[in-house]
């Protein structure tokens, strides 16, 4: 257990049995660090400061994530580039993996429902690949040239760079200049954001998206087998907002999934919600274990750091931020407002009634939050079940 567990946390994984159900997966799915070159692989661990960093080739698989551009000293744009890089190979115990993971949730040899993990298990088993730089151009008026990372040893580069004014649009592509035979998410979006204005914060699991679960092998279900269903009501409150903050506000999607589900998480983004940077994980080497821990501890400690960062990006920016009562957003989101006062105008967290949920009385009742919210004004959080009931206190907020 680490120390950034909260009560909740660890009461959660000890009457679930997750200690169990992550020792019984410890041994699947569990990417490893790839390369031949054993100079590389020790340079890898200096991360962006490896001075020979390796090129991506044909077999290699490469993710681009969509981020938000913030005018940084000077007034100039900068952004966070992150990206990830894996063999394109993928393990020849695909299958034995898949059957594990078919084992643990319940399901019998041959279900149907196996070709759904194995698509969806991929990204947890292909090899990272450590010390990658990805050259990527952003077309702005002038297409400008980046080397993004290189990574760490979990394959995953996060990369501050300055890039060139956009012309015509706040929102601009860019591509991965790989090559020919290289896959992956090899474009990406940047949306330019100016220092005021509003700005959205929202959390994933159970705010946006059903998973009602704090059970391991419902977890797993949930990533692995289910098809993704966002929040009733959830996509018309998220929609009616845009209209309210104007399609040039950015948003954040913070969750405490790991990397790994970029590709899922985006699709389901885009099928329902606004588009937005997702903020995810990378506190593990690509791990199904490594995923469970993720989703149950220290997620408290882990959002904190994350705001923190976009509040270094954009300190103008009027906050709101959204997210539900079965992990800690209600404290994190406190925290940060106490820490930034005056920046976050409203916090909406979805009250979570309908998940079987260990603890679930205790996160509910009202001196929970009135602990999480202590000396912020009333009337700027809220508690909600329905979402439609958000819309007043949003048009509300929005127009003061």
Known sequence: MTSDA???????????????????????????????NKLRGLLSFLGPNNPLPAPITKHDVVWLMDNVAYRGSGGAWHAEFVSATFEGD?????????GDIAGCVGLSKGDEEEAI????????????????????????????????????RNG??????????PVDSSVVLSTADVPEGAQGLLEMK???????????????????????????????RSTFISEPA????????????????????????????????????????DGHFPHGQLILRDANLMTIPGLLSNLTLGT???????????????????????????????????????????????ILIRKVTDVASVGKEEKNVP????????????????????????QPLLHKATSS
Not at 20 to 32: C, F, M, N, P, R
């Open 190 to 220: 940047t949306v330019f954001a100016e220092p005021e204005g509003w700005a959205i914060i929202s959390d994933i699991d159970d705010t946006i998206k059903i998973t009602q679960t704090s059970d391991p092998v419902g977890i797993l």
């Open 367 to 390: 001196a929970r939050f009135e602990a999480a919210f202590a000396g912020i004004p009333r009337d700027t959080w809220h508690i909600f079940e329905d979402p439609s009931e958000c």
């Open 117 to 152: 993990i194995e698509r969806r298990i991929v990204p947890f088993v292909r090899d990272v690949l450590p010390g990658r730089q990805v050259k990527v151009d952003i077309h702005t008026q002038d297409t400008g040239r980046l080397r993004i990372g290189p990574g760490g």
């Open 230 to 269: 966002p929040v009733p009501g959830m996509p018309e409150l998220y929609a009616y907002l845009q209209t309210l903050v104007t399609a040039e506000a950015p948003w954040f999607y913070l969750s405490a999934s790991p990397y790994n589900l970029y590709p899922f998480l985006r699709e389901f983004r």
């Open 6 to 36: 909260t009560s909740l946390e660890s009461q959660t994984r000890s009457e679930r049995g997750f200690v169990d159900t992550e020792a019984s997966l410890v041994s699947i799915g569990s990417a490893k660090i790839s390369g031949a």
């Open 156 to 165: 995953i580069s996060s990369d501050v760079k300055k890039i060139p004014t």
């Open 90 to 98: 993928i393990s020849a115990k695909l299958v034995d993996i898949v």
């Open 300 to 346: 408290q400690q882990y959002k904190v750091d994350r705001i923190k960062k976009v509040n270094r990006w954009l300190p103008k920016r009027k906050m709101i931020f959204i997210g539900d009562s079965t992990q800690s957003d209600p404290e994190a989101y406190g925290e940060i407002y106490r820490t930034y006062p005056g920046w976050v105008k409203l």
